[in-house]
Each structure stands twice: as structure tokens, then as C-alpha cells.
């Protein structure tokens, strides 16, 4: 079946280090994919989608690139602020009108 | 601007109250919604799957009478935590996802933190 398998966390930086969370995944046929961020107390927030292999999603200074050869979707930062301190998860879309499947979410810690 | 609403944001209420938590698509027609639980530190489970004019579709494990789901318009959906217990405590998230492709993310309501004393 499909399934999504992120690093596990806390991923603990500095402010201005280069941030990479890893994500792969199992799927038939051509998923799309995400990344949510939510932030302590708060719902999920989309933050970058792609759907299509060779696709990147950006946003915020993240990124992700839809490597259907390694079936991955690792996110990406170059230089990580206090304010993205959240749990950052990695989902996957496989048919229109379904739940996405998360995976287990990463926790982001940054320090000033 | 959000495009789910979720209201209430906490409850904090007696053993033995049952607890209405209410799920609005504000930007699309949303037949179909779907209502996860948050436990702390923890990912998300998917409770159930609500569709709009019928039965919604539990998970395994998740008690049907215990967490009733009500989906009666295209923007709205409702889950009644019914006698409510300390172990329901929680925070439980509503969403939802436009229809047609699988390219479509899903939107989160902002969450309920819901307190049994």
C-alpha cells in the first residue's frame, strides 16, 4: 500500500544552518506530494506541494523536489530562522477526494 | 485567508459532556471532510471520513458511538464527542480537500484542544 517514512526528529539547529528533513515514499502509480508545517497550537499549514516527478515545490525559503527514481521529497532550507521552529510533515496524495497519508511528522527545534 | 473554519479552538468541560465540535469549508463545496486526532508529540490519526448525505467512514478502532460525525450541507461538518471522558482528551483537527484530482492538497481547520476534567 502507500506510505510515507520521514526522518525521525527533533532536529535541533542553529539559526543560519542549512536544514534538510528527509521523506520518502511508497505509492502505485504517480502521487502527488507535500510538506505541512504546523506551528505549536495551530492546524496544519500547506507549505510546498509538487505533482509531478522533476517538479519543485518552494516556498518560504523551503524546498522540495519530487525525485520519482529515489521516490523522495526531502525538504529543504538554506538558512533556518527561530520562527521555523514547528513539526514539519510529509504527505502523500494518491486519489482525488481521499485522505492524504502523513507521515509521523518531524519536530524542528532552532536556536538563536 | 483560512479556508476551513473550525470552531470551537478549546473546551474545557465535565466528565460526562458531550462536546460538538463544528467543520466549515469556507472557499469550496466539501462532500467530502475528514476528522484526525493529535495526540501530544505525536502524528496525526485519521479518525474518520465524512461524507456529505451519508455514513461517515470510520477507521479501525475508532468507536462509531462514541464519536459521532454528522455531515449535513456541503460546507459543514460535525463531530460530537458523546460523554466525553478524561482519555478523550485532545486535540482533534477537521479538514478538507477539493474534489476532482489527486493533486489537491488537503486544508486544516486551526484544531480543537478539548480538556475532561
Known amino acids: 500500500g502507500n506510505s510515507v517514512t520521514q526522518m525521525e526528529g527533533p532536529v535541533t539547529l542553529s539559526e543560519e544552518a542549512f536544514l534538510t528533513i528527509n521523506c520518502t515514499y511508497t505509492?502505485?502509480?504517480?502521487?502527488?506530494l507535500f510538506w505541512y508545517v504546523q506551528y505549536p497550537g495551530e492546524g496544519l499549514q500547506l507549505l510546498l506541494k509538487a505533482t509531478k516527478a522533476d517538479d519543485k515545490g518552494s516556498n518560504k525559503g523551503f524546498e522540495a523536489t519530487y525525485r520519482k527514481e529515489t521516490t523522495s521529497f526531502h525538504l529543504e532550507k538554506g538558512s533556518v530562522q527561530v520562527s521555523d521552529s514547528a513539526v514539519y510533515f510529509c504527505?502523500?496524495?494518491?486519489?482525488?477526494?481521499?485522505?492524504?497519508?502523513f507521515g509521523k511528522g518531524t519536530t524542528l527545534s532552532v536556536s538563536s | 485567508g483560512a479556508v476551513v473554519s473550525q470552531h470551537p479552538s478549546r473546551v474545557i468541560c465535565k466528565s460526562g459532556t458531550s462536546v460538538k465540535i463544528e467543520c466549515r469549508s469556507l472557499d469550496f463545496q466539501a462532500t467530502t471532510m475528514f476528522w484526525y486526532r493529535q495526540f501530544p508529540k505525536q502524528s496525526l490519526m485519521l479518525m474518520a471520513t465524512?461524507?456529505?448525505?451519508?455514513?461517515?467512514?470510520?477507521e479501525q478502532g475508532v468507536e462509531k458511538d462514541k464519536f459521532l460525525i454528522n455531515h449535513a450541507s456541503l460546507t459543514l461538518s460535525t463531530l460530537t464527542v458523546t460523554s466525553a471522558h478524561p482519555e478523550d482528551s485532545s486535540f482533534y483537527i477537521c479538514?478538507?480537500?477539493?474534489?476532482?484530482?489527486?493533486?489537491?492538497?488537503?486544508?486544516f481547520g486551526d484544531g480543537t484542544r478539548l480538556s475532561i476534567l
Open positions: 504527505a502523500l496524495g494518491a486519489q482525488a477526494g481521499t485522505a492524504l497519508i
Open positions: 465524512s461524507n456529505e448525505g451519508s455514513k461517515a467512514t470510520y
Open positions: 505509492a502505485t502509480g504517480y502521487p502527488s
Open positions: 479538514s478538507a480537500r477539493r474534489e476532482g484530482l489527486s493533486n489537491q492538497p488537503q486544508h
